[in-house]
């Protein structure tokens, strides 16, 4: 534990000039990863720049959360607790779509060996992270314009409601042998109107020049960054020589693969999500 902690200690004083020089020059960040004389050392080193990165998005989820959108249904975390939690799963997110990329690469015809891969995933993982959360902070622009913010907290208080009238007219309406809905027709009237009313105040709260001014620049980070993923992607496959027909190939099964990821941990969320919300049924 103290190895790892010097060695974080050691990437702070040129973190900011180590996270530029790898976003305005990708192709070298991934040649020092392919030919280091020692990918354990340049691993532990990625290690180190991936737990400092965490850390500082973790400070930035805390101080400049991201605006949830309240159209979602309300779950149970409040708090510090949640943003927290928030960036440690983005975090094994990330990886866990990196590690499924690189299966992807492995089948085609990459016969780099993990530790290699998996430094510089931790890199540009750090990298991604801290981006991410950034962007997601840029949400806050639109909540200096009152109506947005007022608005907004409105839909927060109004969703809370919704909620209830969700586990109470469908959730907990429904038989446990066989799932089917015994249908309450005021409950479903209530929701209605109350649904009605959600939706105009959220098209007044985003029908505003902040929020657009927020949303547009959320979109041009999160786009650049893709492209900058993208790019390390490519060099990478290139570095292996596999031709342009194998890395239109592997980006396919990376995407495939990536896509699967993501549905299995879509669906694990929904069931906790489900299950919480079952249980104020009993």
């Known amino acids: 534990m103290q190895p790892t902690l010097e060695n974080v200690l050691k990437e702070l004083p040129g973190y900011l000039s180590k996270a530029i020089h790898m976003l305005t020059r990708p192709s ?108 997601a902070s840029l949400t806050n622009i639109s909540m200096a314009d009152p109506v947005t913010a007022r608005s907004w907290i409105a839909m927060e208080k109004g969703m809370q409601k919704i909620r209830l009238l969700i586990e109470q007219g469908v959730l907990c309406a429904s038989d446990m042998h066989t799932g089917n809905v015994s249908p309450n027709k005021e409950l479903a009237s209530e929701f209605k109107t109350r649904l009605a009313g959600l939706q105009a105040t959220y098209v007044q709260a985003t029908d505003r020049p902040l929020y657009q001014l927020a949303a547009t620049l959320q979109s041009l980070a999160m786009l650049a960054l893709l492209i900058w993923a993208g790019r390390i992607w490519v060099v990478y496959l290139k570095s292996y020589s596999l031709s342009t027909g194998r890395i239109i190939l592997t980006t396919g099964l990376g995407v495939v693969f990536a896509g699967a990821g993501m549905v299995v941990y879509e669906l694990v969320n929904s069931g906790a999500e489900m299950m919480s919300m079952y249980r104020y049924c009993t």
């Open 28 to 135: 070298d960040l991934v040649q020092e990863h392919v030919m280091a004389d020692n990918p354990q050392a340049k691993l532990e080193q990625s290690i180190a720049f991936l737990l400092l990165s965490f850390a500082i998005a973790l400070v930035l989820t805390v101080v400049f959360p991201e605006v949830t959108n309240p159209v979602q249904l309300v779950n149970g975390e409040k708090g510090m607790a949640a943003h927290a939690f928030a960036a440690i799963r983005l975090l094994f997110g990330l990886l866990g779509l990196a590690m499924l990329t690189y299966l992807a690469a492995r089948i085609t015809g990459v016969q780099d060996g993990f530790v290699r891969f998996f430094g510089l995933v931790c890199a540009v993982c750090g990298v991604v992270l801290v981006i991410q959360v950034f962007a």
